[in-house]
């Protein structure tokens, strides 16, 4: 694919790729777009705006546009209204598409095809691309592209998106389709969109869905083949995974091994990479002369980010679980299992995918949470989402339980670094639950959204090429975080650390005259009644743009502070020598409660587009760590 920006003299043909979620339709984008795309929000919304540019084989320039994700035309959320809007040309500030490209689920043609249905009676121009057609073949689905382009009276194309040439059938389709869009009118029955205030003008009927329904049943007849065995297995697995009381067990297991892995398969890797860390340090100390030159790469650079890369294989195992989770079909079955228990909290199943997806990053988490028809329970899991465990928290939890926690077998079998790690998960959603909880109490009137209602997907073995593009994907982001942000940060904090120089004559470490010592030393009079150190204190003040950036910040300090010049490669027996056992569960405390890092702040901002909800948000989770660190190391000064 000639891939190429278009000339801004050329009149672009406008495409716009629509579908519900989790049809692969942003990774289309991505395949037929590349780098050449651009993100911004819709005017006075807080949704994103995702448009791209792309140069067809024949030459053809095309202007492409990623609609956020729907399930129907009846909007029920943010995004939703926006497709919605779009679709029907009644979006102000943008142009009507001139071809609806509609991306389908071959694997779950049952769900996506009512949505193809409801956006034929528009009559616009419209094509099917009929993705992960070589997941569906794998699994032996059978679908007849034919018979599915006659019952659906539009072209269907097949469409890998995460193959290089994946999109080859839809460029060539586009070349056809750029001079005869008009011919690509689809054949519907029934009465099409009129310009009145009612949406629900856009069916036929009060019973449209049931018979929408019917008519993807008789599609499927039709067009689709699937194996005999492939829903008896599925509904003989759900038997067991969505019992109210075995499934639930069967969730609380899959998480526990989970953390488990965490720690004993990361333990050989991790190893390695400390190894191969102070060797460069070692290297590098010994080829330079001592002054500012060493001091930089050593004891800010190589110590800094060195002490976050190895925890890269921790962060990878923890992805793992979760991407074939995802893959495997089991992801929806736990939100149907935790509905009951959230609905209780004031939320509802809708929000398990947002806080999943918190459990990565919050910020993915907080935007998905638009999803959320209802505004209160949208507001809440927002507010909630950075309560759960980051993949950023890891690197400190890893460092302090390798420091504080033992090595060793509890009950014969399991690993007790990997059981706390376990317990300080469970913290974050217990905590979650609990915030959500006191504010459904707080807003009595609430009113109360419908069970949650969604299509499970069959069951799949997840396929190793996927997984591998999905840790590729996620350890790149880690790298290119540790390259950006946390190189800017430490090298930032090795400065602030290592001047002014201290007046001649003096004693004791050269950061305590620095503006960092001097920094930690008045935060220390806020943090003391916690058990936190100077250094500490320190660490906390970068730890805000970058949770990672904590334990770097650590390394330097404590390089810079130590007459030892291997104190910065070692840094846990460091910490495991200078800290009580009450001051590192205080830190921990800290970090289960305090806001992940500005960003989040930011996205809150974003996607609320209240300053005052993002005070809040800030103003309760430090309170929160505070109070929590505060009891936390006063019972284990007592304990102890």
């Not at 089991?330 to 947002?354: C, K, N, T």
């Not at 109490?441 to 799949?460: G, K």
């Not at 003096?506 to 950061?511: D, H, L, N, Q, Y």
């Not at 500490?536 to 003040?541: M, Q």
Request: charged share 15%; glycine share 8%.
């Amino acid at each position: 694919m000639n891939a190429v920006a278009a000339n801004p003299q050329d009149d672009p043909f406008r495409i716009a790729l629509v579908g519900n979620p989790n049809c692969g339709k942003t990774a289309l984008f991505n395949r037929l777009t590349g780098s050449r795309q651009k993100v911004a929000n819709y005017a006075g919304v807080t949704v994103e705006r995702k448009e791209g540019r792309f140069v067809t084989p024949g030459g053809r320039h095309v202007q492409v546009l990623d609609l956020p994700g729907a399930y129907s035309l009846v909007a029920t959320s943010p995004d939703e209204e926006i497709t919605r809007d779009l679709c029907l040309g009644k979006f102000a500030s943008e142009e009507s598409p001139e071809l609806m490209v509609c991306v389908v689920d071959a694997t779950n043609l049952r769900l996506h095809l009512r949505f193809v249905l409801e956006l034929r009676r528009l009559w616009q121009p419209m094509v099917v691309a009929l993705n992960m057609i070589d997941v569906a073949r794998r699994r032996g689905i059978v679908v007849d592209r034919a018979a599915l382009e006659a019952q659906l009276g539009m072209p269907v194309i097949e469409t890998v998106a995460v193959r290089r040439d994946g999109a080859k059938a839809l460029l060539t389709a586009l070349d056809a389709t750029a001079r005869t869009p008009n011919s690509l009118l689809p054949v519907t029955t029934g009465r099409r969109w009129s310009d009145g205030p009612d949406e629900g003008q856009l069916f036929d009927a009060p019973d449209s869905d049931e018979s929408l329904h019917g008519t993807v049943r008789d599609i499927l007849r039709a067009a689709v083949r699937t194996p005999v065995d492939a829903q008896a297995i599925d509904d003989r697995i759900d038997r067991v995974v969505l019992h109210p009381a075995l499934g639930l067990a069967i969730l609380a297991v899959l998480l526990f091994l989970m953390f488990q892995a965490v720690f004993a398969w990361a333990t050989p890797l991790m190893e390695g990479i400390e190894t191969l860390i102070g060797a460069l340090g070692s290297a590098v100390a010994g080829a330079l002369p001592e002054g500012v030159l060493r001091s930089l790469l050593v004891d800010g650079i190589i110590a800094g980010l060195g002490s976050v890369l190895v925890f890269l294989p921790q962060i990878l195992i923890l992805f793992l679980f979760i991407l074939a989770l995802e893959e495997s079909g089991y992801l929806p079955r736990a939100a149907f299992l935790l509905d009951r228990l959230m609905v209780g909290a004031g939320l509802s199943g809708r929000s398990f995918i947002p806080l999943l997806s918190s459990f990565a990053c919050a910020i993915p988490g907080i935007m998905a949470a638009r999803t959320i028809g209802d505004p209160r329970d949208r507001l809440v899991t927002i507010l909630v989402a950075p309560l759960m465990t980051c993949s950023a928290r890891l690197p400190v939890y890893a460092l302090l339980i390798g420091a504080f926690i033992p090595q060793r077998t509890v009950w014969g079998v399991f690993n007790l670094q990997g059981v706390t790690l376990f317990g300080l998960y469970v913290a974050g959603i217990v905590s979650a639950l609990g915030v959500a909880y006191a504010m459904k109490w707080l807003r009595r009137d609430r009113t109360r959204e419908h069970a949650l209602m969604m299509e499970l997907p069959s069951y799949r073995v997840p396929h190793l090429r996927d997984l591998a593009i999905g840790l590729y994907e996620r350890g790149m982001i880690f790298l290119k975080r540790v390259g950006g942000v946390i190189l800017v940060l430490t090298v930032l904090l090795w400065a602030l650390s290592s001047f002014p120089a201290p007046p001649e004559g003096v004693t004791g470490a050269p950061i305590h005259y620095s503006f960092a010592g001097q920094l930690g030393r008045a935060l220390q009079h806020v943090f003391a009644p916690i058990g936190f150190n100077w250094e500490i204190s320190i660490a906390l003040v970068p730890g805000m743009a970058a949770r990672e950036v904590a334990v770097g910040a650590l390394a330097t300090v404590y390089s810079l502070s130590a007459t030892d010049a291997d104190a910065a490669l070692h840094l846990a027996p460091v910490i495991a020598a200078q800290w009580s056992m009450a001051t590192a569960f205080s830190l921990l405390a800290w970090f289960v409660f305090a806001p992940q890092c500005l960003s989040t702040l930011a996205t809150i901002k974003r996607e609320t587009n209240s300053w005052g909800v993002t005070l809040g948000a800030t103003a309760y989770l430090f309170a929160l760590a505070y109070i929590a660190s505060f009891f936390t190391y006063r019972v284990a000064l007592a304990l102890t």
